[in-house]
Nanobody, 124 residues
Framework: QVQLVESGGGLVQPGGSVTISCKVSGTTLDYHAIGWFRQAPGKEREGIACLSGYDGRTFYPDSVAGRFTTSANKAWNIVSLQMNNLKPEDTGIYYC?????????????????WGKGTSVTVSS
């Protein structure tokens, strides 16, 4: 059984940085893609990053490109999301999710397993 557990997050000032992590158990990252999603208050969940465990390729939507970076530590089966220059609109619950297969596109409907999420609040 694949399990994902997010950690990190918390309260961050605008313009600040934070790194959240996703511990993956029950499988190796080599054959999975890991996606990061967030749900802002009152809004639908959106995809913000995707990492191919097979070849390390990543994808980011325009809303976070250049500010967010996801990477994998395969030795520890941990995927991290570093978030820089945070804005109040980045506030939300952040989830990691996995799907089997290669590729760096993580559509919400195609993800197989989900973590429970971790909260990030960007406020002064």
């Amino acid at each position: 059984q694949v399990q994902l557990v997010e950690s990190g997050g918390g309260l961050v000032q605008p313009g600040g940085s934070v790194t959240i992590s996703c511990k993956v158990s029950g499988t190796t990252l080599d054959y999975h893609a890991i996606g990061w999603f967030r749900q802002a208050p009152g809004k639908e969940r959106e995809g913000i990053a995707c990492l191919s465990g097979y070849d390390g390729r990543t994808f980011y939507p325009d809303s976070v490109a250049g500010r967010f970076t996801t990477s994998a530590n395969k030795a520890w089966n941990i995927v991290s999301l570093q978030m820089n220059n945070l804005k109040p609109e980045d506030t939300g619950i952040y989830y990691c999710a996995s799907r089997s297969g290669s590729g760096n596109i993580c559509s919400e409907s195609r993800m197989d397993y989900w973590g429970k999420g971790t909260s990030v609040t960007v406020s002064s």
